[in-house]
């Protein structure tokens, strides 16, 4: 099966820099990469995806990378605020299955 | 309903009890996959239904561990003989086939 490895498993930055979180991918057949956001005692919940025809999408403050070849996909954040902190998952769908990275938490210093 | 529920929220388990954990998935959903997810880690994958046809289960740590989804809607996680290890955030997805994975709030299992 697909294995997903993310990095850093923290990450403390002041409000108004960037955040960059990264991932990396075993299963070349994998085809969607979602990313998701996790508030303490919540759901996780989509906050941005890319398929593997698209090489980066962005969405406002928020934008993801994708290297099929290095097989490897990364979240950006810029102007970072506190209510980003939180625990961000990174996925990638392999043949209709999600495997989650072990999760980034992300602080955000006022 | 708007998404997807699960019940209970919290369960308290005595070591050696048996317990069952709902999902009710978005209607109209193909895909419906239960994780386990620990304390500060990811969500590890347990198991995938398409319809009502289990597709992978290589992710149930033990023959404890049972699901089913007769109807191809409402899911349900069996654990028998619950022991501490299983204690545990269990959480409920469904998709559509290769779109967003819709979670529920989870169960929060606590076995003592």
């Known amino acids: 099966g697909e294995n997903v490895e993310q990095h850093p498993s923290t990450l403390s930055v002041q409000e108004g820099d960037s955040a960059v979180i990264k991932c990396t991918y075993s299963?070349?057949?994998?085809?969607?990469f979602p990313w998701y956001k996790q508030e303490l005692g919540k759901r996780p919940q989509l906050i941005i995806d890319i398929r593997s025809n698209v090489g980066e999408k962005k969405d406002q403050r928020i934008a993801v990378t994708l290297n099929k070849t290095a097989k490897h996909f990364s979240l950006h954040i810029t102007e970072t605020q506190p209510e980003d902190s939180a625990v961000y998952f990174c996925?990638?769908?392999?043949?209709?299955?999600?495997?989650f990275g072990s999760g980034t938490k992300l602080n955000v210093k006022p | 309903g708007a998404g997807v529920s699960q019940s209970p929220r919290y369960k308290v388990a005595k070591r050696g009890q048996d317990v069952a954990l709902r999902c009710d998935p978005i209607s109209g959903h193909v895909s419906l996959f239960w994780y386990q997810q620990a304390l500060g880690q990811g969500p590890e994958f347990l198991t995938y239904?398409?319809?009502?046809?289990?597709?992978?289960k290589s992710g149930l740590p033990s023959d404890r561990f049972f699901a089913e989804r007769p109807e191809g809607s409402v899911s349900t996680l069996k654990i028998q003989r619950t022991q501490q290890e299983d204690s545990a955030v269990y959480l409920c997805?469904?998709?559509?086939?290769?779109?967003?994975?819709?979670f529920g709030q989870g169960t929060r299992l606590t076995v003592v």
């Open positions: 299963d070349s057949a994998s085809n969607y």
């Open positions: 997805a469904s998709s559509q086939r290769d779109t967003e994975a819709f």
């Open positions: 996925a990638a769908n392999d043949f209709n299955k999600f495997y």
């Open positions: 239904f398409q319809n009502e046809a289990q597709l992978d």
